[in-house]
């Protein structure tokens, strides 16, 4: 069973970075594919990103292109998000989530909470002054 664990959240002024990042265990790293999604109060669940199981495909959603990146380090089991030039709009909760492919894939899943299996328990990103 896929454990995913989120860190790298916190308080940050606008125009400020920050990265996320999210360990991954209990399956095959190198064969799943990789999303972030946010969450604010009141708001459904809103993809940002993913990237394919070999790390050469990505994805954004347009509301983070060009200030977000995904990333991935398969040797260690990781995935991150440098999210730069955040503004209020962008304070949420932060998840990271999975889907398993039979094997290396360059297929990135579309930013649909339902195209991924496994989820971690989300990290707090607040974007205030």
């Known amino acids: 069973q896929l454990q995913l664990v989120e860190s790298g959240g916190g308080l940050v002024q606008p125009g400020g970075s920050l990265r996320l990042s999210c360990v991954v265990s209990?399956?095959?790293?190198?064969?799943?594919?990789l999303g972030w999604f946010r969450q604010a109060p009141g708001k459904e669940r809103e993809g940002l990103s993913a990237?394919?199981?070999?790390?050469?495909?990505?994805n954004y959603a347009e509301s983070v292109q060009g200030r977000f990146a995904m990333s991935r380090d398969n040797g260690q089991n990781t995935v991150y998000l440098q999210m730069n030039d955040l503004n209020p709009d962008d304070t949420a909760v932060y998840y990271c989530?999975?889907?398993?492919?039979?094997?290396?894939?360059?297929?990135?899943?579309?930013?649909?909470?339902?195209?991924?299996?496994?989820w971690g328990q989300g990290t707090q990103v607040t974007v205030s002054s």
């Open positions: 990237i394919s199981s070999t790390g050469g495909h990505t």
């Open positions: 989530a999975a889907r398993p492919f039979g094997g290396l894939s360059e297929i990135v899943p579309r930013l649909r909470p339902a195209d991924f299996g496994s």
């Open positions: 209990g399956g095959t790293f190198n064969y799943l594919a």
